[in-house]
């Protein structure tokens, strides 16, 4: 801190009953709270809601996937379904999920502050979501959208007459909600650290919100700016990608990508955090490479901004370009493989025990490592033009975003479910869908790999009859999925209401989020924290941890 | 309650720290406003190197005495800003309300001038669309960008007054503690408005007449 303060407020905490759940218990005052826990509960269940939006829409096209021949819905309302599903998903569910939820909730919680940087633009960023929201649903009640999530050029500028415009203003509207959270995030970091809290002391989920917050306010007005031209060519007709007035419709797929390949990483990262923090607390064992994992995240995010040309790889573009951009591509693979290193190694020699997140955990690597090692394959020139716009593609960035991305966040869900909630749900049942979740996503994803190779491309209504078995293996998987989708729903509600008391931290965790009472009182911390150690001092250095040992060595706050 | 103690807000402790975070948050948002105008640019990159003389042709046309003036008033209104800001900083509220009305002043006559423009760029059919000026190939394109760079701009800057026009209303209510973060983190935007317009004035209007 500066010399230069001019005005100290006593830090004597202000006497508190109760805790951030009771502190005010109508809508209204949820609905104006900038307590950051609040703000989290509020983007959890708008989430949520898109979710099943999104899904919806997705169940009635693996229906209709059962049969090569269209049957029960027209090619137009097919291709509304696919872009609806793809929309709502990235904007509404991915993006927000797990950074807004739990990165919300968490992040001052970890770096001991009372709140984030800006609490009202906090509160600000929610609406805007909502209202991006809004936008796009009324989109899809006013008659749908069919240029896919991509919104490519020359089709919905000129050419599709389905509500492009609404759907563009929702995703812009949504993008600035993404830019407040990112530099609310960054600040949060940079100037609330508690005392002690050097920056080789960040828990590695903080560190991931920071990498993935620079992507947010670097990449985002990129494609708030493209989707503004894709407004003004549309709507008020000035020619920007438009061929006939040599503009170039090439420009529009790079400066897309430019957003949506960094995009990847905005929903991978926080994922990448989550996973740490649950391997380590489960195996009962530090972090391996602590500064590794670091840079890793740090280079993921950097060199993901120089990799968006392996998307346009058969557009016509320069091959040098492409040349260059498939180098990158695989660079860019290194850091990720570092942390499947790192992770797998602290596992090694570990005191594991398998509760519920940690093998939400466990499968997310499995399913993050087969998705990014296919994701070398679209790297790669050659193969990509074999598998370009298949269901190949599909299955590959489903592996990372649900197998990866969605993983995580389930694995969030029942790590800090205890801590946001005070009540502990049902193991069993947890375990239960975890398992069913990991089969359910092979069962459908795994096939679309086959699928792809053998040449059925994606955003088709009907395909040839030779593809129907894997089809059918894939809806019969998704409703496997949906399954386990919904069971978590029950349970962790049913726990709300009768679940056991969670105590302070029931998984003899070392960070300082669980150094406070769950759930947490409104201000977070009655004394604000000190801190003493690295993040991770689940055993002694030089020594493994007791076998069937739950009791940390030293948490954050403890002189070692 | 004093003057200092009003300007604080929930989570910080101290005003100079609160203020550090201020200007802080503020420089990673004008981070990202510069990505936003940057996708324009690359735009305007692209299309004038694959149309140069159509590019040259149309940047012909703009009004650069409008462009000029304007150019002037938008740098003098942000020399107001800066008195506006030291000012606060130091504590004395005359000048420092005197320097955001005459932000907002300057900020009213740029609009104005911008509208009389726009006037006359419509009357001279150089709206993209049928019955465009100029035959030229990427004369269009360059016009597409003309009106959108100048347009987002000119809602920035609107933007930008509706904020100062709070700061100076709640100023003279002395409503508006001049410690507050407020004033500067609101100069740091409206230098970031003034700086896009000198990048967008050479591309827009000196570009053909050298
Ligand atoms: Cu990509």
Redo the contacts between chains.
């Keep these: ?2 010399g ?6 006593p ?1 004597t905490p202000v006497p508190e009953s109760g805790n951030y759940l009771t502190a005010g218990r109508t809508i209204w005052s949820w609905l104006t709270s ?1 307590d950051h826990k609040r703000i989290a509960i509020l983007y959890a269940i708008s989430i949520t809601v898109f979710f099943f939006i999104g899904a919806a829409a997705i169940a009635v096209i693996r229906f209709e996937l059962l049969t090569p021949t269209g049957q029960y819905i027209s090619d137009d309302t097919y291709n509304k379904l696919f872009t609806l599903h793809g929309v709502v998903m990235v904007w509404f569910f991915l993006i927000p999920s797990i950074p807004n939820t739990f990165g919300n909730f968490l992040l ?1 919680l970890m770096i001991g ?7 009202r ?1 906090n509160l600000f960023s929610w609406y805007l979501n909502i209202a991006g929201g809004l936008f796009t649903l009324y989109a899809v009640i006013a008659g749908g959208v069919d240029t896919g999530w991509t919104f490519y050029t020359p089709f919905s500028t000129m050419f599709s007459n389905s509500h492009v415009l609404a759907a563009a203003a929702g995703v812009f509207v949504a993008g600035f909600s993404s ?1 407040a959270t ?3 995030f ?2 949060t970091i ?3 650290r508690t005392e002690g809290m050097s920056w080789m002391r960040l828990p590695l989920f903080v560190w991931s919100l920071y990498a993935t917050s620079l992507v947010l ?6 494609l ?3 989707l ?2 894709i407004v ?2 549309r709507w ?5 990608f438009d061929p006939a ?4 419709p090439l ?1 529009f797929q790079h ?1 897309f990508w430019f957003y949506s390949h960094p995009a990847v990483y905005i929903m991978i990262l926080p994922a990448m955090g989550v996973v740490t923090e649950v391997i380590t607390c489960f195996a009962r064992r530090r972090v391996f490479g602590y500064d590794f994992m670091v840079y890793a995240l740090v280079a993921i995010a950097g060199i993901g901004f120089f990799v968006w040309g392996h998307h346009m790889f058969v557009s016509g573009q320069s091959p040098y370009a492409s040349l260059v951009f498939s180098f990158l591509s695989f660079v860019v693979a290194v850091p990720s493989a570092i942390k499947v290193f790192n992770w797998t190694a602290t596992l090694y020699r570990g005191s594991v025990s398998f509760e519920a997140p940690m093998l939400y955990a466990l499968g997310f690597i499995g399913l993050f490592a087969i998705g990014g090692s296919t994701g070398l394959f679209l790297a790669s020139i050659p193969v990509d033009i074999q598998v370009h716009d298949t269901y190949f593609v599909i299955a590959h960035f489903h592996y990372i975003m649900v197998g990866g991305s969605v993983s995580a966040f389930f694995a969030a869900l029942h790590y800090w479910w205890p801590k946001i909630t005070g009540k502990l749900y049902d193991e069993a049942w947890a375990r239960f869908a975890a398992i069913l979740m990991f089969f359910g996503f092979n069962f459908t994803f795994f096939p679309q790999f086959v699928l792809g190779y053998l040449g059925n491309p994606r955003r088709y209504h009907v395909y040839p009859p030779q593809f129907q078995v894997f089809h059918v293996m894939s809806s019969t998987g998704a409703s496997v999925l949906a399954a386990a989708y919904l069971l978590p729903p029950i349970y962790l509600i049913w726990s709300m209401r009768w679940g056991r008391a969670a105590g302070d931290n029931p998984w003899g965790a070392t960070g300082l989020e669980w150094r406070t009472s769950s759930p947490p009182p409104l ?1 977070n911390f009655l004394n604000p924290p000190k801190v003493e150690q690295q993040p991770y001092a689940y055993h002694p250095e030089g020594r493994g941890p007791v076998p069937g040992s739950r009791t940390p060595y030293r948490t954050q706050d403890q002189p070692s | 309650m004093s003057e200092a103690a009003g300007a604080l807000r929930e989570p910080w402790h101290s005003l100079s720290r609160q203020r550090e975070a201020a200007a802080f948050g503020i420089w990673l948002f004008l981070a990202s406003e510069l990505l936003f105008f940057g996708g324009m640019l690359l735009c305007y990159a692209v299309c004038r190197y694959s149309h140069p003389q159509g590019f040259l042709e149309a940047a012909r046309q703009t009004n650069i005495v409008f462009g000029t003036v304007n150019t002037l008033t938008l740098l003098t209104s942000s020399f107001c800003m800066a008195i506006a800001s030291e000012s606060g900083k130091s504590g004395l509220r005359r000048l420092a309300i005197g320097g955001l009305a005459g932000t907002l002043m300057l900020g009213f006559v740029f609009l104005v001038i911008k509208g009389l423009e726009y006037r006359d760029d419509i009357s001279q059919h150089l709206v993209p669309g049928a019955g465009f000026a100029l035959p030229q190939l990427g004369a269009q394109l360059f016009f597409s960008l003309y009106w959108m760079m100048t347009g987002v701009h000119a809602l920035h800057l609107t933007v930008g007054m509706i904020i100062i026009a709070r700061l100076v209303l709640v100023g003279i209510r002395r409503e508006l503690p001049l410690t507050s973060p407020e004033i500067q983190v609101t100069a740091l935007y409206w230098h970031l408005v003034d700086i896009i317009w000198i990048i967008l004035y050479p591309l827009l209007y000196l570009g053909g007449r050298a």
């Design positions: 801190m500066s230069a303060t001019i005005l100290v407020r830090l900038t001052p502050a009372p709140d984030v940087a800006f609490p633009l830019i990112g530099v609310n960054i600040a940079h100037m609330l306010i670097l990449a985002t007005p990129v708030a700016v493209t503004l031209l003004a060519e008020l007709g000035l020619p920007i007035h040599g503009g170039d420009l400066l201000h």
